[in-house]
């Protein structure tokens, strides 16, 4: 069986088996067994919707810590245009970067400048002839798992394009080992991340053969003590920032923004992600050119391992990139060069998708079992109350078909199971032995053949006395 890995995790001993991360979960990857979650490894996508959701904080992202800065000889740490949206729009990006270093990199990058290589590259993809229609942004690590795992027909619409942190990771690993002329591998590449997502990209990469990433570190974790380290008088002086294109990319419609004329749609928040993900497999998007789609709603600064509430973190960043368009900062300050944009492609890499939804590798079994689903499912209630433990009755219904689950199951069922059960025995308990079954005398053939029989002799019977 392949395994999978997964910064997404349960703790058992909190976890009541309430359902609500069942029921949140876009690929139905949680089932409730023995009154604990259990996650079906192949079909998770770390999109972190059952962190969000859980009430009892019973599942956890496995992210690195600031300890693990100690294995490498060099360290970088890559800012997210996210961490920006943690702190007032008075904080200038310059304090952030600064206040990160001392946590103990010795070199902060900005991944927004991945982002601008990132949008020069997709503007010169989407001038390509011929190229696949609507291109699907491979931006969000959980958006494109979630191709991979139920529309994996969607694959040849993936953009050739790196996600931005990659991007980043690339250039700031490079270009630290030519500098300090040590090897590539000494240095420890870290992301400080919105998502758990991330951290599977790094761990288990898409398109990409390996990651440029050593490990992420989620915003949570760090962001008290970043808070206490942010300089607040002197601001330090930085040769180049990303401009508000890139920084924009934290926003849903920030990466599209810098698409000119492309038609373009944006799709944030998982499920509204798989049903534009429905709409291109039906064909009813071809006249789109591009589609970006991310995981969390509002984009990376939704994702459930930053600090800030999402309308709040949005807000203060709409502020900071309105700040930065008022001083000319729309678009980069030193434009993307060729070589740049060459280290953006993933072009040529195999895509595996995983069809963890599928039913049955034959297709005529698939079919079969289909039908065999839609009989279960007449038989079952409808109400999609999850205390079956699978999260709807189309859910369950898959479940007994797959031989993982029984009708019995379902309470609904059960009780008219024991409900027909009980009017068999009442109906059990009334009938007598043939013998003393006078009713049935004459009615039935058996009886007819009986009383011929048998009445003559239990006259005889009775003149014995
Ligand atoms: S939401 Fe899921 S993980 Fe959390 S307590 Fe309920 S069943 Fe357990
Ligand atoms: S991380 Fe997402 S896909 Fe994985 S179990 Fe949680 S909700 Fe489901």
Redesign the pocket.
């Known amino acids: 069986m392949e395994k999978y890995y997964h910064s997404v995790r349960?703790?058992g001993e909190?976890?009541?088996?309430?359902?609500?991360?069942?029921r949140h979960c876009p690929t139905e990857a949680?089932r409730?067994r023995g009154g604990?979650?259990r996650i079906t490894e192949s079909r998770c996508i770390d999109c972190g919707e059952?962190i969000r959701?859980?009430?009892?904080?019973?599942?956890t992202a496995v992210t690195d810590s600031l300890d693990d800065l100690k294995i490498y000889r060099y360290n970088i740490a890559l800012a997210a245009p996210s961490l920006y949206a943690q702190f007032d729009k008075n904080i200038p990006v310059a304090a952030i970067l600064a206040g990160l270093q001392r946590l103990g990199f010795n070199k902060v990058a900005e991944v927004a400048r991945g982002a601008e290589i990132a949008t020069a590259a997709l503007r010169e993809h989407l001038r390509t002839p011929g190229i696949k229609r609507p291109v699907i942004s491979s931006a969000c690590p959980a958006a494109v798992r979630l191709m991979l795992v139920k529309f994996p027909e969607l694959i040849e619409h993936l953009s050739p394009i790196d996600a931005p942190v990659e991007i980043a990771a690339r250039i700031a690993r490079r270009e630290a080992a030519k500098t300090l002329g040590i090897r590539p591998e000494s240095i420890g590449v870290w992301f400080i991340t919105p998502c758990p997502a991330k951290m599977t990209a790094v761990l288990e990469p898409i398109g990409v053969m390996q990651s440029e990433l050593t490990g992420t570190i989620s915003m949570i974790s760090i962001y008290g003590e970043l808070l206490k380290e942010i300089p607040r008088d002197t601001v330090p002086a930085d040769s180049r920032l990303a401009s508000a294109e890139g920084v924009g990319w934290a926003l849903a419609g920030g990466e599209a923004t810098g698409l000119g004329d492309a038609k373009v749609l944006v799709a944030h928040g998982i499920r509204n992600v798989s049903n534009i993900f429905e709409q291109v497999a039906l064909g009813k998007l071809n006249d789109v050119d591009f589609i970006e789609c991310l995981s969390c709603a509002g984009g990376c600064i939704g994702g459930p391992l930053t600090a800030i509430n999402r309308f709040v973190s949005e807000n203060s960043l709409k502020q900071r990139l309105k700040a930065m368009r008022d001083r000319g900062e729309q678009t980069p300050a030193e434009p993307v060069a060729d070589a740049e944009i060459a280290l953006a492609l993933h072009e040529g890499r195999t895509i595996e998708p995983r069809p963890a939804l599928k039913l049955d590798n034959d297709i005529r079994v698939a079919m079969q079992k289909i039908e065999q689903i839609d009989e279960t499912l007449k038989r079952l209630p409808g109400l999609d109350c999850g205390s079956c433990g699978s999260p709807t009755c189309r859910a369950l219904a898959e479940d007994i078909v797959q031989g993982t689950a029984s009708e019995t199951d379902c309470v609904f069922r059960l009780r008219e199971m024991v409900r027909d059960l009980a009017e068999e025995m009442v109906n059990l308990s009334t009938m007598l032995p043939p013998s003393l079954n006078r009713e049935a005398v004459g009615k039935d053939p058996v009886g007819q053949i009986r009383s011929e029989r048998l009445l003559p002799d239990d006259k005889e019977k009775d003149k014995r006395g």
């Open positions: 349960l703790l909190r976890c009541i088996g309430c359902v609500s991360c069942a949680i409730i604990k979650a059952c959701y859980c009430p009892n904080h019973a599942k």
